[in-house]
């Protein structure tokens, strides 16, 4: 399994504001999920970042709310632009390496805008 | 519709007593199926995998799949407090990157 690391764990931000996660994984992964798990909710998947490519964004995200960068196989980083209260949610990062491979998560950031 | 379905409970189990957690399907193509344990506050943490039909034993956690039913289940036998959590279904379909879908997930309460 990769160990992926994820920050800031979390933060307290102003709306209007943006905010930049980062996820470090301990091995090269083609693929890099990130996804949002809003209060008493499931997970949603915001995008796919793959490296060397522009990511995929999901029904609903944009990117220029959630822009994403992807510069090598062990790093992403994921924005969350002019924030607002509904934002406030816990934002994780995930790998999988392919085939039947299971998803391994980042240990989250759980941000709220005030 | 939902393509991973859940009952979102609180499931109540006394110590001791085996916990079955359900789950349904919608997507024929979904080929690997995933149980995460979330607790509050912390992501989700993988417990059990399972790719073909039948059981799959792994200490006290016993993963079932029926994919002619469309149905994956957890049983969690010799259920302890420590067990109280989320937990997560998931499915994802076969080949290459594909994303994996989950569902709201089943609040397990064991009572001691």
């Known amino acids: 399994s990769a160990v992926i690391s994820q920050k800031p764990s979390r933060d307290i931000c102003q709306r209007g504001t943006s905010l930049t996660i980062q996820c470090q994984v301990d091995?090269?992964?083609?693929?890099m999920f990130w996804y949002r798990q809003q209060p008493g909710q499931s997970l949603t998947l915001i995008a796919t970042?793959?490296?060397?490519?522009?990511?995929?964004?999901e029904s609903g995200f944009v990117i220029d709310k959630f822009p994403i960068s992807r510069p090598n196989l062990t790093f992403s980083t994921l924005t969350v632009s002019n924030m607002s209260p509904e934002d406030s949610s816990i934002y994780l990062c995930?790998?999988?390496?392919?085939?039947?491979?299971?998803?391994?998560f980042g240990q989250g950031t759980r941000l709220t805008v005030v | 519709q939902k393509e991973v379905e859940q009952n979102s409970g609180p499931l109540s189990v006394p110590e001791g007593a085996i916990a079955s957690l359900n789950c349904t399907y919608s997507?024929?193509?979904?080929?690997?199926f995933f149980w995460y344990r979330q607790y509050s506050g912390k992501s989700p943490e993988l417990i059990m995998s399972?790719?073909?039909?039948g059981d799959k034993e792994d200490g006290r956690f016993t993963a079932q799949l029926n994919k002619a039913s469309q149905y994956v289940s957890l049983l969690i036998r010799d259920s302890q407090p420590s067990d109280s959590a989320t937990y997560l279904c998931?499915?994802?379909?076969?080949?290459?990157?594909?994303?994996?879908?989950f569902g709201t997930g089943t609040k397990l309460q064991v009572i001691p």
């Open positions: 995930s790998v999988g390496t392919g085939g039947n491979t299971e998803a391994f």
């Open positions: 091995s090269q992964v083609t693929m």
């Open positions: 970042a793959n490296q060397g490519s522009e990511a995929t964004y």
């Open positions: 997507d024929r193509v979904s080929q690997s």
């Open positions: 399972i790719y073909s039909n």
């Open positions: 998931a499915a994802r379909p076969a080949g290459g990157y594909q994303k994996v879908t």
